[in-house]
């Protein structure tokens, strides 16, 4: 079993950055990739950005490319996310999520497991 656990949320004005991390217990998180979601009230879980095992590869949803990056110290066993010139619409609970393999990285349903989420609130 893996536990991951979020923190660095809070509430920030637009343009501002925010680091997310997501602490992992259990399980090496070097056997994992991992994956960042987000989710809105009455909304479905959003994909925001996934990272290989290895940090070989990325890959963001298009609302974030340019200005988000996931990154992760495996030594640490902690994923990050940086968030910069954030907007209003970056409002929503983040989660992160890791699975030992994924197809495309993008459906929430591709990961076994989920921390329990970090509030981030922009406000304008």
């Known amino acids: 079993q893996v536990q991951l656990v979020e923190s660095g949320g809070g509430l920030v004005q637009v343009g501002d950055s925010l680091r997310l991390s997501c602490a992992a217990s259990?399980?090496?998180?070097?056997?994992?990739?991992m994956a960042w979601f987000r989710q809105t009230p009455g909304k479905e879980r959003e994909f925001v950005a996934w990272?290989?095992?290895?940090?070989?590869?990325?890959a963001y949803a298009d609302s974030v490319e340019a200005r988000f990056t996931v990154s992760r110290d495996n030594a640490k066993n902690t994923v990050y996310l940086q968030m910069n010139s954030l907007k209003p619409e970056d409002t929503a609970v983040y989660y992160c999520?890791?699975?030992?393999?994924?197809?495309?990285?993008?459906?929430?349903?591709?990961?076994?497991?989920w921390g329990q989420g970090t509030q981030v609130t922009v406000s304008s």
């Open positions: 999520a890791g699975g030992p393999t994924i197809d495309t990285g993008r459906a929430p349903n591709e990961y076994d497991y």
């Open positions: 259990g399980r090496t998180l070097s056997s994992l990739v």
């Open positions: 990272i290989t095992r290895s940090s070989v590869a990325t």
